[in-house]
């Protein structure tokens, strides 16, 4: 029997306008039909959810141009694979990047809203932590900007990192229940799900065609379902999409067991299949915390690698045409099981023959490589794989018996650097999933110049001899269109009318401002906007951290994750240093140093050093002969919009990390946009920005790379400490504190970071920064400058170089 076919061909809606009046009616109808609200009883909170939502509708028009265009043309689409996206708040960027903010913000001023404050009741998205998740976010507005068919995969965390709060100077973590009043701008695909698998067993058998075959039976499935973000991009009508995929248990409420009287395990196996999506990096001591870490790393994977090959199925028949339309990135070492899984998916369930299979993921695959620190570079246990992921690790144990041989014939059969170079750790009975990364991948870059050098040199130093073309190195950048279009539209109004406003596609016509940092005129209308930020500033610390600071002293900030090797600790220092000279009599620049950032749950060295900031704060703000020229503020759950708070009214920003251990780094790059001069060791893109700034621009202190390295195994602190007063004075100042004892400790000992190998040099550096910053003309040309010369850390140049050195992939530019 021939069933009818049904014609769905919908009528297709108008394209609503982007004027005032559209944009009213468009409220409007959101406001009655969707919100179910009217002017008796709607609240500021119901009118951004309406507003959202009719901008959404804006983006709606344009996605499915875009989508449709894509499928049309057939084109390589890049898959972008992060355990972070950090969007921030989109409803302003989204406006922005239709071009019709003038328009939203006249037509909420008819309705009795502002713009500002509607969109202070969106929450930030809880879906990163720290750069890689921001960089990952920059690089999703550049790809739509450029027109590139690019799709972000990640997970839709329930409840994010954390909600950081502070008791007595201690860091407390609560749930960031980003959710609760639900997110206007996904969009739930009830039809996009797939089967994760996960434990079982393996066993071989033979296929139809005689051919020994593996297959992964008696598993657990979770379901992942897939939830869409419009992605717009600036001044065209590109959408593309950001898909987060959230876990659903495979197997329901028990209602049997429930009526039975088991109430908690009627509803367990679902909670525990649930608990996949809930909360971003898990803690990882226990057994259980490195098992759902693992979990989630596969589950967002797994989901993925079906979608992908879903949707060139549709069209394709041919697997070796898979290169030619799809190039997967994965950022840092958290996707790399995606490669395993690809694998399984084409030898076991596609049956190709497994040297077409590997082609295939060579050629797919491209790895990014965000870390130095040997410790950092994940690491599976063997038997936890096996328990978890029974035939990944089959695969695994198969591609690093390949590679031992291939490694063993170039080498002339050198053992050592067969086991150094092996995929799995004979010794620790690990899977390093940077190697698998490596020799899985066609592409490994690291994201700053001395970084990728370091990579080569050091830390990968037989796979670059190995895989002489492989490696390559990708500056990271930011998205201008965020971080100062957005986050500082005062200085963008001061740039736009004094060289136009094609610096907001093209960053690089910022140089045309240099000539106009020796014109007083416009250093007085520079240093104007500065204050204006610095004032705003104050006030949104006083509403919102009950703090108050003064716009008149340095605004002197460090604000990223806290970590030793970022070494908030030295900053301490030197601020302990300072009180000291105030209290003997010293004249000292007034400063208000501002920290703020997250230390891991389990990372009881950084709490400790949020601890301490808060101590050294209460000493300043006790000693009133210290309050008048000295602040020590802390920030509290430091995310995307305080930071678009803060990296406007920076005056000076401390990028410190020990050299030769920050990948990139770019906060640096969001200090300079904004016209911040920067404190900071020749680590990660200082170096870079030195080169495009001028080392004249900026304040460069303490100790090389290669001066660092040389410096280990033979290094004392304590030679530092005994010939330099300060010093021994200041960490004497901490040890008395009593509970600081293990921070003196390593300071005295180990000291892993050279702290106090760089102190000496950092003082004399913060002493040179504040004089410069008394000449206020000299000081107002050097933030001009490098403003003006921050065009190379565009995400938009980043995004070119991938697309063009590696995924291979051209812009198809569509029209609504």
Same mark, same amino acid.
């Given at each position: 029997m021939t069933v009818p076919t049904i014609d769905r061909t919908f009528p297709q809606p108008t394209p609503a306008g982007l004027d005032a009046d559209s944009i009213v009616d468009a409220f409007a109808f959101r406001m009655k039909y969707s919100i179910a609200r009217d002017h008796f009883n709607a609240t500021e909170s119901d009118a951004y959810q309406a507003l959202a939502f009719a901008v959404r509708d804006r983006l709606m028009d344009r996605w499915f141009v875009t989508q449709d265009a894509y499928y049309r043309s057939d084109v390589k689409r890049v898959y972008y694979l992060s355990l972070e996206f950090l969007l921030g708040r989109l409803l302003v960027s989204s406006i922005l990047n239709l071009g019709a903010h003038g328009a939203y913000g006249q037509a909420m001023k008819r309705l009795g809203f502002t713009l500002e404050d509607l969109a202070a009741h969106e929450n930030d998205a809880g879906l990163g932590n720290g750069g890689l998740g921001r960089l990952a976010a920059c690089f999703l507005d550049s790809a739509a900007t450029l027109a590139l068919p690019f799709y972000g995969y990640g997970i839709r965390y329930e409840y994010g990192i954390f909600r950081q709060h502070i008791v007595d100077g201690w860091q407390c973590e609560a749930p960031d229940n980003w959710l609760r009043y639900g997110n206007p701008w996904e969009v739930p695909r009830t039809d996009v799900f797939f089967p994760v698998r996960m434990y079982g067993r393996t066993e071989n058998y033979i296929d139809d065609e005689g051919r020994k075959r593996v297959r992964w039976v008696d598993t657990q499935n979770v379901i992942a379902m897939a939830y869409d973000i419009a992605v717009p991009g600036f001044g065209n009508d590109t959408v593309n999409s950001l898909r987060l995929w959230a876990a659903k248990s495979s197997r329901e409420f028990d209602l049997a067991q429930f009526n039975a009287g088991a109430y908690v395990a009627a509803v367990e196996d679902k909670n525990s299949s649930e608990n996949i999506s809930k909360v971003l990096y898990p803690p990882d001591q226990g057994y259980a915390g490195r098992e759902l870490r693992l979990k989630q790393q596969h589950f967002f994977t797994s989901a993925t690698i079906q979608d992908v090959i879903r949707r060139f199925k549709k069209y394709h028949l041919q697997w070796d045409e898979l290169p030619d339309r799809a190039a997967i990135q994965l950022n840092d070492t958290h996707p790399a099981i995606a490669i395993a899984e690809m694998m399984r998916m084409l030898v076991d369930q596609e049956a190709l023959q497994w040297e077409l299979a590997w082609w295939i993921c060579e050629r797919v695959f491209a790895y990014t490589n965000h870390t130095v620190l040997p410790e950092a570079l994940e690491v599976w246990p063997v038997e936890l794989m096996r328990s978890l992921l029974p035939r990944h690790l089959q695969i695994i144990e198969e591609i690093d018996r390949r590679f031992r041989g291939a490694v063993r014939l170039a080498n002339h059969s050198d053992e050592s650097t067969v086991k150094q170079m092996a995929i799995i750790d004979d010794d620790t009975k690990n899977v390093r999933m940077a190697h698998l990364a490596i020799v899985g991948s066609h592409s490994v870059n690291g994201v700053a110049r001395l970084h990728s050098d370091i990579l080569r040199q050091r830390i990968f130093h037989d796979f670059d001899r190995f895989f002489p073309h492989k490696f390559n190195n990708k500056t990271n950048g930011i998205t201008q269109r965020r971080w100062l279009l957005q986050a500082n539209p005062e200085l963008s109004e001061l740039i736009t009318s004094a060289i136009g406003d094609k610096w907001i596609r093209d960053l690089d016509r910022l140089r045309d401002l240099e000539p106009l940092a020796e014109d007083p005129m416009f250093r007085a209308k520079w240093r104007a906007v500065k204050f204006t930020r610095k004032h705003k500033l104050m006030r949104w610390l006083r509403m919102h951290h009950h703090v108050d600071v003064n716009p008149e002293t340095i605004f002197d900030v460090q604000i990223k994750r806290m970590h030793e090797y970022k070494r908030q600790l030295l900053n301490v220092l030197h601020v302990l240093s300072l009180l000291r000279r105030i209290e003997s009599g010293e004249e000292v620049a007034p400063r208000t140093v501002i920290f703020a950032g997250k230390a891991a749950p389990s990372y009881e060295a950084a709490k400790l050093i949020i601890r301490l900031i808060h101590d050294v704060a209460g000493m300043v703000q006790s000693n009133p002969r210290v309050a008048d020229r000295l602040n020590v503020v802390f920030v509290s759950n430091y995310d995307v919009s305080g930071a678009e708070?803060?990296?406007?009214?920076?005056?000076?920003?401390?990028?410190?990390?020990?050299?030769?251990?920050?990948?990139?780094?770019?906060?640096?790059?969001?200090?300079?946009?904004?016209?911040?001069?920067?404190?900071?060791?020749?680590?990660?893109?200082?170096?870079?920005?030195?080169?495009?700034? %001028?080392?004249?621009?900026?304040?460069?202190?303490?100790?090389?790379?290669?001066?660092?390295?040389?410096?280990?195994?033979?290094?004392?602190?304590?030679?530092?400490?005994?010939?330099?007063?300060?010093?021994?004075?200041?960490?004497?100042?901490?040890?008395?504190?009593?509970?600081?004892?293990?921070?003196?400790?390593?300071?005295?000992?180990?000291?892993?970071?050279?702290?106090?190998?760089?102190?000496?040099?950092?003082?004399?550096?913060?002493?040179?920064?504040?004089?410069?910053?008394?000449?206020?003309? %000299?000081?107002?040309?050097?933030?001009?400058?490098?403003?003006?010369?921050? %065009?190379?850390?565009?995400?938009?140049?980043?995004?070119?170089?991938?697309?063009?050195?590696?995924?291979?992939?051209?812009?198809?530019?569509?029209?609504?």
């Open positions: 708070m803060l990296f406007p009214a920076t005056d000076l920003s401390e990028q410190i990390s020990t050299a030769g251990t920050e990948a990139s780094g770019t906060g640096c790059m969001k200090a300079v946009l904004n016209g911040a001069v920067l404190m900071g060791t020749l680590d990660g893109a200082n170096i870079e920005i030195r080169d495009e700034v %001028g080392q004249e621009n900026m304040f460069i202190f303490g100790h090389t790379a290669d001066e660092i390295a040389s410096m280990r195994g033979s290094y004392d602190p304590r030679k530092f400490i005994d010939s330099d007063p300060v010093l021994r004075e200041v960490i004497a100042t901490i040890a008395g504190r009593g509970i600081f004892q293990r921070l003196v400790e390593e300071l005295t000992t180990r000291d892993r970071y050279f702290l106090c190998a760089d102190f000496a040099s950092f003082v004399a550096a913060q002493n040179r920064a504040a004089h410069t910053y008394a000449e206020i003309n %000299g000081w107002n040309r050097m933030s001009i400058l490098n403003c003006a010369r921050s %065009g190379r850390f565009s995400a938009d140049r980043t995004v070119i170089e991938y697309a063009e050195d590696i995924w291979n992939v051209a812009p198809l530019p569509v029209k609504i």
